[in-house]
Each structure stands twice: as C-alpha cells, then as structure tokens.
C-alpha cells in the first residue's frame, strides 16, 4: 500500500542537504508553506538556493530562513516589498546573490523543468537588461530570448488537501506556483490543512496528480497572514 | 487649466475599457481603474497570481488571505471567477489573450518604448514582477501616469533613460493633462485637459505630437 503521507514536519524536510535547490511556493504569504519552512530552519540545512516569486515577508516563513542566513542565492521576480527587511538588508549588504527573473518567465522555466524542455524562446524580457548576456532570436520579426529550465531538488509547497496518492487541490489564489513546483522538483513535500480518503477527491477536480507528489504533511491548522501584517 | 485627479484619470481609462474585455491592471494608479468600470458592464479582471473575474475588496473582517491580488490585498471574486497555476496565468499575458493591461511609468518613449520597473539607481532594490509580461502580452497596453515629474520632466521621452521593461509595446498613454496615441506616424493627441492649449502640451512634454486637428481619431 502507497501512503505518502509522513508522520512530522520534520520527517518531511530531514533529507534536505546543504547547497540543495529549494523551489518555495507561495505570492507574497498566499500559500506560503510557513511550517515546512520552520521546520528547515529547525533541521538546519544551509547554503540554500531558493526559488519563490518574493524574498520573504515580515518575520515568519521565507523571510526566517533569511534572517537565519541559510539562503546563499534567491532566484525570484520581486523581491521588494513594504516588509522584506530581511532580505533587503542581506542584499545591501552583499551577504546574497539575487537572479531576478521577470514573473512569467519564472513560471515557465519552472514549467518547463516539470515537462522535460530543454530551453524555450520567450519575448519576455527582449532588449532589456534582464536579457543581458542572453541567446536571442528573431522567429516571425519578434524578438525572442533564450530561457533555461529551473529544476530544484526539493519543492516545498502547501496545498489545501490531499489523499494519500499525493493527488492535490488547493485553496484559492495560495495555488500559484504549487502545481508547476511539484512537477519540476525531484523531491515535493507539500503541507495540506486536510488528508481525505483516497477516492474522495474528484478526479475531475484534482489539480496536481500523485505522480508530482513524493510526500505528504497535515498541517491542520496552518499561519495564514497577509503581506505587511505583523505576525 | 485643470490637471486630473488620480481619480479622474481612472474614470477616464474605464470609459475604453469595453464589455467583454479580459483586463490586467497593475499595481498602483492603474489599480484605481477597478473603482470606475460600470457594474452594469461585463469585463474579467485578471490578477497574475492565478484569478480571472477579480471582485473589489473584502468588507473589512471579511479578509481571506488566500485570496488575494497582484499588489497582496485581499479582494473578492465575481460568479463566474476561476482560479489557475502560475504558468497558466502568465500564458495567457504572453499568449495574447488578454485585451487590455494598464500599467504605471516611469517614463514613455515616442516610440512606445516603456521604463516601469527599475530606476536603475544604485542604492535601488530592483524588482519587476509581471510588468515585462504585460508589456509584451496584451493586445493593448495603456500607460496611466503623471504627466511630469515631481520637479517638472516630461514623463514622455525621446529615449527612455530608466532601463527598459519592453520595446515599442504602448498603445496609448493617459495622463492628468491628455490621451495619446501612440502611432507608427507618431505620438498623436486624442483629447487634453479643458483649458490647456495644444502648444503649452507640447512645450511641456518635449518631443514632437500630432494636435488632434492633425489627424483622424480612430
């Protein structure tokens, strides 16, 4: 029998190594998996590339991982915001690499990983100077830039339920980049608030299948906070 | 003459915003937008974090912060709303599905080109978001800002001297003194504020514009 499920937080994020790529989902704290990135901070792994699309909000979740310096290089598209302190003084203080990718490229270079592309031509970026450096290419007198996937070694996403094939529904706008993180890491951990019996999610319904899934937490009563408020 | 309103310039974007139109405004001034479309009127707001039929904001105590919009506020969805993973999302910017996005600027070339996401400024946390997919996704992409700086610079340029969010991509700009089109002939004015005269609007702005006598408005 086939149970993803893992009995701890800590038993879900035990095998993270240092300098391992860890893709982060969440927007802002939407969906933000806060206590599985408690947990890495208690595990203690560092020298940690992380993927998300910010760099942390307030004191919890993401922004903690930084304030504990575990984070060597943050590959995002918008790492500014009214309290991303913690990074912000990383930053200005040389202490991390930052690769600023704009948002849709991103997500399609995390797509991309999940499906197996070698690389793809995006208009996205062209004649900017997040193109420098870059392929490009003049396909139908567009201009393009060549863009390469993003794997990771781990994925740690949250998820609203889940049974124990690891099949996922999500709640709301906290699904964002949950389903094309599961696909493009080796190893996703996803927190769910709720596990239900298999054969209770509407297959119709599902939005990440097991096969994305490696493990499964239940987190049942999860932080849930908004950008800018205090924690 | 009489500048615009943040609101008025807001007013004055939702009447081109037509039934039907799927619609991404950004954040900041453009988020105002949202305030003056008419209820009676079908359009689908779209939000990059993966909702499409984006409602106004919660009552407060009404919060959910899983649901929120491209700026992290909590909003509400429409019947009819759905919800989807990023690379969807942006597919749909990048694919050209999407009508309209309003965007802020920095600055605007006579070109089209737009600088909305850096100053370049070396003590500046650089941060751009999904404003390079916008700008290169909608079919139309309007520009809502000030017309000049706080010390007085057009905001409509020969080049843009901030760092480039894409090439050639404005269709028109709004600002609180006109409409102006972007043509291949040229910026070309649709309307200007009351009491403002065509020459004080080009000794303002420094570049070249067409006076709406000068061309016909589509």
């Known amino acids: 029998m086939i149970d993803k499920l893992v009995p701890s937080l800590a038993d879900a994020v035990r095998d993270i190594p240092d300098g391992a790529t860890v893709m982060i989902g969440g927007f802002g704290t939407a969906g933000l998996p806060n206590e599985l990135l408690d947990a890495l901070i208690a595990q203690g792994a560092g020298d940690l590339t992380i993927v998300n699309n910010n760099a942390g909000n307030g004191e919890t979740g993401l922004a903690a991982l ?39 490229n991103l997500a399609e270079r995390i797509r991309a990983a999940g499906a197996g592309i070698g690389a793809f031509y995006t208009p996205t970026g062209y004649a900017t100077d997040l193109a420098k450096g870059k392929e490009t290419r003049l396909i139908d007198g ?49 927190q769910v608030r709720e596990v239900v019996a298999l054969g209770a999610l509407d297959p119709e319904a599902i939005v990440t299948p097991g096969i994305f899934v490696k493990r499964v937490v239940h987190v049942p009563n999860p932080a849930l906070v908004g950008v800018g408020e205090a924690a | 003459m009489k500048r615009l309103t943040r609101d008025q310039m807001a007013a004055r974007v939702a009447r081109d915003i037509p039934e039907g139109a799927y619609v991404n405004l950004g954040i900041g001034l453009p988020t105002l937008v949202a305030n003056h479309l008419p209820r009676d009127r079908d359009i689908f707001l779209h939000s990059e974090n993966g909702v499409l039929g984006m409602g106004p904001a919660p009552a407060a105590g009404a919060e959910d912060y899983d649901l929120i ?5 909590p909003v509400t ?54 404003a390079m997919d916008l700008a290169i996704g909608a079919k139309q992409v309007f520009v809502m800002m000030e017309h000049l700086t706080k010390s007085g610079q057009s905001k409509i340029v020969e080049r843009c001297t901030y760092p480039l969010t894409a090439v050639a991509c404005v269709d028109r700009i709004y600002t609180d003194l006109a409409v102006i089109d972007v043509t291949p002939a040229g910026l070309a004015v649709r309307e200007m504020v009351d009491g403002l005269a065509f020459e004080e609007l080009v000794r303002l702005t420094g570049v070249p514009l067409k006076a709406p006598s000068e061309h016909a408005l589509a």
Request: glycine content about 10%; aromatic content about 10%.
């Open chain 1, 66 to 104: 930084l304030k504990a310096k575990r984070v060597r290089k943050i590959v995002c598209s918008f790492p500014r915001q009214v309290d991303s302190h913690h990074f912000d003084a990383l930053y200005r203080a040389g202490e991390i690499e930052l690769e600023l990718v704009p948002q849709g």
């Open chain 2, 77 to 130: 969805i429409l019947p009819g709303a759905s919800f989807f993973h990023h690379a969807d999302s942006f597919a749909m910017m990048r694919g050209g599905h999407l009508d309209f996005c309003v965007l802020g600027a920095f600055q605007v070339s006579i070109a089209g080109d737009l600088a909305n996401w850096h100053t370049g400024a070396p003590d500046a946390i650089p941060a751009v978001g999904g």
């Open chain 2, 69 to 73: 919009n491209a700026g992290k506020q």
């Open chain 1, 142 to 190: 567009r201009g393009y830039v060549l863009e390469y996937p993003i794997h990771a070694d781990f994925a740690l996403i949250k998820a609203e339920r889940a049974d124990r094939w690891g099949n996922l529904v999500y709640r709301k706008t906290a699904r964002n980049f949950g389903p094309i993180m599961a696909a493009a890491a080796k190893c996703a951990v996803v």
